[in-house]
């Protein structure tokens, strides 16, 4: 495959913010620096880098709690997704939204949703909204292993199949519903599986490997944006934190996380990028100094910044105030 | 000409989708059938099946849809077949409807309307009777309807699909057969006004939905007593007419709000407890509350003795006097 010089470094350049931003984030919370809850998207950047990089300007997604990652693949400014996280007026959603609730509809990012399956009949919807008025517009909806169990993950996959709803389920499968095994929890033994009584189209996909989820992404965006089908697929991944930042993730057996990090997707990126001579270390290190530096920088403006004025309380809950 | 509340709510969605091509009605048997109810009567044989289309028997799906359909443009009527059949699109409606607005600072707005046919008096038993109002009074970012009047029916309707803001809908559906002499279309009084129904001395009825008859009909009766009731008719319980409330207790001295949910924590408390801080000392007696009791939702031959009736509240408004 022939790769352009700056599309590779942009998909490096997005993991790389993303595992310098969610290091930061886990180091601040540690410190105690951070508001609420925080859930680290490490180990996890390919899907969304693969994905997300796919999506025209005028796609949407919509997200989890664990949404920092989906937010920086698509290009929410560090500033906006640090302010957020430290509950200050610069934030995405101006301090009111927090980690967990990353918005920005100028840049088609539906939410964070802090219910697990909470986004997906809200992108079935949308991408519906898209298909009636005659646009091709897509949906990406991502959630993790445990969402599938939710009642909205099957309505939200026979409504897409039943009304032609342009929107791809996409799963990153990182091996625990919170703290719970996969092994124990997902009874159909494969996300996949549980697309085909639904007539939706799956597929299985390493998510350690960005080529191999963009590669899938472009052909299941192509495919829904053309056809109006919906599609699932199912990232194989591994979250190297816990479910949130301060769980003591003594679930894990001890040799698992080595095991992962050995298939680390920046890592692999590295390789398969400077082994057939594509780009150079240099060039990699330069674009990753820069992200550390900008993730830096945009912590730094963060904490600097205003906090919200208490009357920002009573805004913005009805359309007018009765 | 009389009409009757369910004519007037069909009237009302006709006449909104003929206006607004962006008004889409969906839900469980809306279409071919037109709604259990009939409430969505010819409405795909006159907009098509791409503006009134029948659902899967999924309401979370359902109400999901409709805020990612609202997002983009649509103003999507969604109905929920039967009171009880609300609780598996909760969440939807409480974490993600009600709060987008506010947590996009304003940049999302969901004109979601979701049609709740409630309440009992139809023999129905549990889930088909309930009366779960006030869960949604207590989210902030909806709005919490109930016509009482076939008029009301049309005229809140209308407002609540023109509304920005989400509106949940609460359709008395033993009053679906109440006439009323009106000419469609009306408008009646906007949201958060409550209408004084009937003017009187003695003490103040509260209600809304279905009970608004009920109270009527008590008042007409209490006239034997030689009691002169007045009848409030709440409408909107999200925005609340506090102000129209207060005037009505400082003139009687006396509340008693009627409604079919249990009394426990009901929509009664708030409004007794509004009355308590703003027209405390205009008082003669404590507000009281006429509900259903605090059980699950009887059968068919026993629900006339857990609805509320005339005869319950006049002992009500005996108790009141007699305090």
Known sequence: MIEDRDTLLGLWQRMTRIRRFEERASTDKEADLLEGYIHNYSGQEAIATGIITQLRADDWITSTYRNHGHSIARDVPLEAMTGELLGRTTGVCGGKGGSMHAVDQDLGMIGGMGIVAGGMPIAAGAALAARRRGQDRVAVTFFGDGAVHQGAFHESMTFAALFNCPVIFVCENNLYAETTAVDYHLIAGSVIAMAEPYGVHATQVDGMDVFAVRDAAEQLIARARYTGRPALLEAMTYRYGGQYEGDTQTYKPPQEVAQWRARDPLLTFRRRVTEPGLLTHGDLDEVAERSRVEVADAFAAAALAPWPDPSVLLTDVYTEIS | ?323
């Open chain 2, 1 to 323: 000409m009389a009409i009757t509340m369910a004519q007037a709510l069909n009237t009302a969605l006709h006449d909104a989708m003929a206006e607004d091509d962006k008004v889409v009605m969906f839900g469980e048997d809306v279409g071919i059938l037109g709604g259990v109810f009939r409430i969505t009567d010819k409405l795909q044989e006159r907009f098509g099946e791409g503006r009134c289309f029948d659902t899967p028997l999924a309401e979370s799906g359902i109400v999901g849809t409709a805020i990612g359909m609202a997002m983009y443009g649509y103003k999507p009527v969604v109905e929920m077949q039967f009171d009880g059949f609300t609780y598996p699109a909760f969440e939807q409606i409480v974490s993600h409807l009600a709060k987008m607005r506010n947590r996009s600072r304003g940049t999302v707005q969901l004109p979601v309307v979701v049609r709740i046919p409630f309440g009992g008096g139809i023999g129905a038993v549990e889930h088909h009777s309930e009366s779960p109002e006030n869960y949604f009074a207590h989210v902030a970012g909806l709005k919490v309807v109930s016509p009482g009047t076939p008029s009301d029916g049309y005229s809140l309707l209308r407002e609540s699909i023109s509304s920005a803001d989400p509106v949940l809908f609460f359709e008395p559906k033993r009053r679906y057969w109440l006439k009323e002499d009106a000419d469609l279309p009306v408008r009646t009084e906007p949201f958060g006004r409550a209408v004084v129904r009937r003017a009187g001395t003695t003490a103040t009825l509260f209600a809304y939905g279905p009970m608004v008859r009920t109270c009527m009909e008590t008042a007409s009766a209490a006239e034997d007593e030689g009691w002169d009731l007045e009848v409030v008719d709440l409408r909107t319980l999200n925005p609340f007419d506090s102000a129209t409330v207060v005037e009505s207790v400082k003139k009687t001295g006396r509340a008693i709000v009627v409604h079919e949910a249990q009394v426990f924590s009901g929509f009664g408390a708030e409004v007794a407890a509004q009355v308590a801080e703003r027209a405390f000392y205009h008082l003669e007696a404590p507000v009281l509350r006429v509900g259903g009791f605090d059980i699950p939702y009887p059968a068919a031959k026993l629900e006339e003795f857990f609805l509320p009736d005339v005869d319950r509240i006049l002992d009500a408004v005996q108790r009141s006097l007699s305090f």
